[in-house]
């Protein structure tokens, strides 16, 4: 059984910063794009970073541009998100999701396999 425990959110002051994990079980990962979504109340679930199977390409959106990081540690099937100048809107539960293809994509087609989520919460 394929899944994915992501972990490490919180409620963090504006300006803060938190790391978010997300490991695989069942199989290994180490050759598929891996990416982060994050879904805010009352909004559509949204891309926030993606990368490739060996790490060396990544994509972000514009509005996390310069203050997350992803990377992913194949040897431990697990992929992170750095999260640093945490602002309000960054609030939100946040997904880690596996890539159908080895190349990171922005899109939620482009992804088979998701996890349950973890909280974020950025207090002003």
């Known amino acids: 059984q394929v899944q994915l425990v992501e972990s490490g959110g919180g409620l963090v002051q504006a300006g803060g910063s938190l790391r978010l994990s997300c490991a695989g079980l069942?199989?290994?990962?180490?050759?598929?794009?891996m990416g982060w979504f994050r879904q805010a109340p009352g909004k559509e679930r949204e891309f926030v970073a993606a990368?490739?199977?060996?790490?060396?390409?990544?994509r972000y959106a514009d509005s996390v541009k310069g203050r997350f990081t992803i990377s992913r540690d194949n040897g431990k099937n697990t992929v992170y998100l750095q999260m640093n100048s945490l602002k309000p809107e960054d609030t939100a539960v946040y997904y880690c999701?596996?890539?159908?293809?080895?190349?990171?994509?922005?899109?939620?087609?482009?992804?088979?396999?998701w996890g349950q989520g973890t909280q974020v919460t950025v207090s002003s």
């Open positions: 999701a596996k890539g159908i293809y080895s190349s990171n994509y922005v899109g939620e087609s482009r992804y088979d396999y």
């Open positions: 069942g199989r290994t990962f180490s050759t598929y794009a």
């Open positions: 990368i490739n199977w060996s790490g060396d390409d990544t």
